[in-house]
């Protein structure tokens, strides 16, 4: 392994032999990368970064589940790592065994990161959601075992805030019903119960990224705006924080959820929230499938409680396109299809080139920079920590990262392993119970290296332990 001429860039600057797992020991980024990070403005050096690596790139081993965008592909593959890359996500038992043998796994919202599957992944560093959710990923079973998650925490919010304004006017308007009945051949123009969304009252359940987007736009059409999150929230426009959720519910015309996956929000809207909606109100819930209470829903929209509804999101979801949106699959599923003005859509809220192209970057970018550099800047589950890269003036030095329970004395311990080397550099930051310390260290040979990383490894706080160089 670890042999320089496998190298792609840059690789004659560093000579080393050691073998090494790719989950102990790591290595440093291409220019193209650290070129971008360095170029924040953060760590700007004049001298061009060092190209670090244990082993060969093609070592990495990477899995990609559905259909992530091809410009993170091509990102990873100009590593130089194997990818393997599918269009849908895999039943639970060949995740299983494929998540044994790799490094690396990038996901959308349909692959669930269980323990029961995170377990087994016993080579694996670092979780890339190529989207907003992390709910499917067992977040804090992954910190303990020192597997960083990242995700693109805004690159979709627009075109999701697109799609809903799109379907606030499809349903004051009925319009899917009536582009139905033409596709059977029957014209049909009717105006009763049909609105305009000028001045009507938007609520917006959460008012994060995508919550305040929407609020932008729909107030530029005309819209009056509240909204209710649990956190106070800087009102945009004239839109305005209402105290409860009922006090939401109550004043809506149209209410729109944007609320992640939590405990809180399993069955946030369910039979009592519709008795609180206004006769005739609408809901929109492009968030998380586990929000509304379909049957519920059911329920309020055949009574004439709710005039409409869209729904991109569902409590199951098909793994692959296809056939398969049935009553086997949500067991209300055929009274769900056989209501009127409900626009049913396949989790597409973040589904259009742009987003998914800007997904497919920023997150394949995280990956490289964490496996290459071990920075941590844009993690959802590990202590945020970055230091600038190694740079060709500095050759015999290695960075250390040491990801370990935060119990006291720890640092000392760390210290005491590298005090016979001059530490150029030390950070070290925690979140909760686990914590993540990187040191850039000089004057290091390969016997200093292995010497360092059986040390670190020995300590009972440990984590996991990486040394690039
Ligand atoms: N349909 C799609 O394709 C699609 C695309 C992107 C995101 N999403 C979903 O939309 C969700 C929201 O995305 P975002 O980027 O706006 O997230 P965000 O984190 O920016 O905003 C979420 C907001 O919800 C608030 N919140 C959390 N719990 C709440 C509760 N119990 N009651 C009221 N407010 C609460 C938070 O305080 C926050 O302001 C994501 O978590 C994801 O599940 C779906
Ligand atoms: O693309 C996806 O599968 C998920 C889209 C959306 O729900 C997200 O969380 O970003």
Redesign the pocket.
Known sequence: MASPRDIPTHATEVSHSLSASPAATFHSPLASHSNSFMSSGMMRRTTAPKQLKPFSTGDIKILLLENVNQTGQDILREQGYQVEFLKSSLPEDQLIEKIRDIHVIGIRSKTKLTEKVLREAKNLLVIGCF???T?QVDLEFAAQHGIAVFNS??A??RS?AELVIGEIIMLARQLGDRSNEMHHGTWNKVSARCWEIRGKTLGI???????SQLSVLAEAMGMKLIY????T?MAIGSARQVPTLDALLQEADFVSL?????P??KN?ISSNQFQQMKTGSYLIN???GTVVDIPALIKAMRSGKIAGAAL??YPNEPAGNGDYFNSQLNQWGDDLRSLNNIILSP?????TEEAQRAIGVEVADALVRYINQGVTLGSVNLPEVTMRSLTLDEPDHARVIYVHHNVPGVLRKVNEILADHNVDKQITDNRGDVAYLMADVCGIKDEDIKLIRDSLDALSSRILTRILY
């Open positions: 989207c907003i959710g709910n925490p805004f979709n919010s999701v359940i959460g008012y994060g990224h995508i919550g209710y999150d649990i956190l929230m944007h609320v992640p996956e939590t809180e929000t946030m492009a968030s998380r991109d999101v989790h597409i809220g973040g589904s």
